[in-house]
C-alpha cells in the first residue's frame, strides 16, 4: 500500500512538474490604451487632423486592445499578436492580427522567422506601448507597418547583427501584385541602417537611420532619419525625406519628459515645383503607476507651403495644435 501511494504521489508530482514547465513557455501579454483629444488652434467638429496615423479623433476615443501569445520551445516558438480597435485596424490592413510567426533558432547566432511581423524600419511602431510620444511622427506614417515573408537574423557578435529578408510589399497580407521586396539592417552598437526595396510595386526604395544614445543617467537622445523614392510617372520619381530628435529626461521614478522634433517633407523630379514640408514638435510627460501609464501631449505642426488646416474661425491655416491625454494599459 505505501508503494502504491508513493508511486501515486510520484506520477502527481511529475503531472504537476511538467504543467508548470508547459505554462513557462506560453507566455500572454498585451495593452489597452485610449485617449482625449482638443484642438487648441481649430475647431473640433471640422474634420481636421495632422496627416500622421493614429490619434486623429478629437474629444474621447479609442486606441486599441490588443493580445499577445507566445510560445517557446527550445529551438522553435511562435508569437500570435491580435488587435481590436481604431488604431489596430489602420494599423493592420485586415484579419485583427497585428503579428503572426513562427521561428526557429538554427544555432546560437542565427535565427529564422516567417510570418508577419511589425516593421523594422524607423523609430516608432503600432503599438503605443512601444513609443515614448502618444501620437505619431511623419516618418513612422508614411513608411512600412507591417512585413509578411521570410527573415534570418545573425548575431554577427555582441555589438553587431544583420537581418536579410525576402518579403511582401510592405503591407501587403495577400501578394496578388506579382512582385516582392528584399530587406537588410545593419546593427552596430546600438544604431541600426535599414534598407528596404521593392522593384516600385508599393514602397519603391527606402534607407533609414533609427539609433540613440545615454548622454546621462537620465538623459536619452533618439534619432531618425529616412529618405525613400519610387518612380511615380514615367521618368519622374517622387518620395519623402526626414529627420527627428528625441530628447527624453527622466525626472523621477515615475515621470518622465520627452520632445520630438521632426523636419518631414516630400521630393520630386518635377521642375519648378516646391515640395511641402512641416516642422512638428511634440512635448509629452509620461507618469506610471503599477502598469498604467498616462501621457500629457502638445503637439504642433507647421507647413511651409500647403495650407491643410483650419483655424478656429474656419479659415484655411498651415498650423495645427492640439491637447491629447493618453491612458495606456499594459500587462
Known sequence: MK??????????????????????????????????????????NEGVAFGTSFADETGFALGMANLIASYDGEKTGVVADVVFGPRGDAAIGGYNLNQLYAYWNVSENTTLTMGRWNTYLGYEVISPTGNFNYSTSY????????????????????????????????????????????GAQFGFYGQYLNLYYDDDEVLGFEIDYTGGFDVS?????????????????????????????????????????????????????????????????????????????????????????????????????DNLAALTLAAIYTF
Open 3 to 44: 508503494k502504491l501511494i508513493t508511486l501515486s504521489m510520484l506520477l502527481m508530482a511529475t503531472a504537476l512538474f511538467a504543467q508548470e514547465e508547459a505554462e513557462k513557455k506560453l507566455s500572454i501579454g498585451g495593452s489597452v490604451d485610449a485617449y482625449y483629444q482638443t484642438y487648441l488652434t481649430a475647431p473640433d
Open 139 to 182: 516618418m513612422f506614417s508614411s513608411g512600412p507597418f507591417s512585413m509578411v515573408g521570410l527573415k534570418a537574423d545573425f548575431a554577427l557578435s555582441d555589438d553587431f547583427s544583420l537581418m536579410l529578408a525576402v518579403m511582401n510589399p510592405t503591407d501587403v497580407n495577400n501578394n496578388m501584385v506579382g512582385g516582392y521586396s528584399l
Open 217 to 317: 543617467d537620465s538623459f536619452f537622445l533618439g534619432i531618425n532619419a529616412a529618405y525613400q523614392t519610387m518612380e511615380i510617372e514615367t521618368d519622374i520619381n517622387g518620395g519623402f525625406y526626414g529627420v527627428a530628435l528625441y530628447p527624453q529626461f527622466g525626472l523621477s521614478d515615475s515621470f518622465d519628459l520627452g520632445l520630438r522634433g521632426e523636419l518631414f517633407g516630400y521630393h520630386s523630379d518635377y521642375d519648378n515645383v516646391d515640395e511641402p514640408s512641416v516642422f512638428s514638435l511634440t512635448l509629452t510627460g509620461s507618469y506610471s503607476v503599477e502598469n498604467l501609464t498616462i501621457k500629457p501631449e502638445i503637439r504642433l505642426d507647421s507647413w511651409s507651403d500647403d495650407m491643410p488646416y483650419l483655424d478656429n474661425d474656419g479659415a484655411p491655416s
